[in-house]
């Protein structure tokens, strides 16, 4: 099986601009995470969708939101882009389950974000 | 809420020599699950090993394994005979297995970069 990918790899923006960001998950996979690394502040979770439906969203402001589609692609939206916005930022997925046997997440190899 | 720690930004080991990598939890919650992730400098986030937290027996995935003390929340990886190839930053995962829970998304650790020196 393919794995996650994700496009594009690399990005460069202005600040006040906004980013749309892509995942395709493995297939199968019906859960998509969207996760922010920094070297500040770690890894950080942004928000997960299932069947099309945000299921969990992490602590960060509105200006970050994501969709995703039947097929189980998601998109990442960032708008109004501050310099703190720069990051890797990266997609996961995994069966969706709730049961114990599909908790492993495949991540994709990020997308570098930076906001000059 | 959840919280890992890492208390070890930086690690080196010698080659063949083992080496055993920190992290300590905090949770209320009696169903979860923890892992170990390696990121090498290509970014490509790889799951090394996964620890149920209702058993009792610490997980093995050939020259890695853990030790699982659930009372004193320390889930630290010890990796025997270390490659080069494992020189990555390695980061301690937690995720709720509760109804209701963030089961949906991991919470990290900070992060250790390991360093193997031929």
């Known amino acids: 099986k393919a794995g996650v990918t994700q496009t594009p790899r690399y990005l460069i923006k202005t600040r006040g601009q906004q980013v749309t960001l892509s995942c395709s998950p493995i297939?199968?996979?019906?859960?998509v995470s969207w996760y922010q690394q920094t070297p500040g502040q770690g890894l950080q979770f942004l928000f997960e969708y299932f069947s099309e439906t945000q299921r969990n969203k992490g602590n960060f402001p509105g200006r970050f939101s994501g969709r995703q589609f039947s097929n189980s692609r998601s998109e990442m939206n960032v708008s109004t882009l501050e310099l703190g916005d720069s990051a890797l930022y990266l997609c996961?997925?995994?069966?969706?389950?709730?049961?114990?046997?599909?908790?492993?997440?495949?991540f994709g190899p990020g997308t570098r974000l930076t906001v000059t | 809420a959840q919280t890992v720690t890492q208390s070890q930004p930086e690690m080196s080991v010698q080659e063949a020599e083992t080496v055993t990598l920190s992290c300590t939890y905090d949770t209320s919650e009696s169903d979860y699950y923890l892992f170990w992730y390696k990121q090498p400098p290509s970014r490509q986030m790889i799951l090394v090993i996964r620890?149920?937290?209702?058993?009792?027996q610490n997980a093995t995935e050939n020259r890695f394994s853990v030790n699982f003390q659930k009372a004193a929340k320390s889930f630290s990886l010890k990796i025997s005979d270390s490659q080069l190839g494992d020189a990555a930053m390695y980061f301690c995962a937690y995720r709720s297995g509760e109804v209701g829970g963030s089961q949906g998304n991991l919470i990290f650790g900070k992060g250790t970069k390991l360093s193997v020196k031929p």
């Open positions: 297939s199968g996979h019906r859960s």
């Open positions: 996961a997925s995994n069966e969706g389950l709730r049961d114990s046997s599909s908790y492993e997440q495949y």
């Open positions: 620890q149920e937290a209702y058993k009792q």
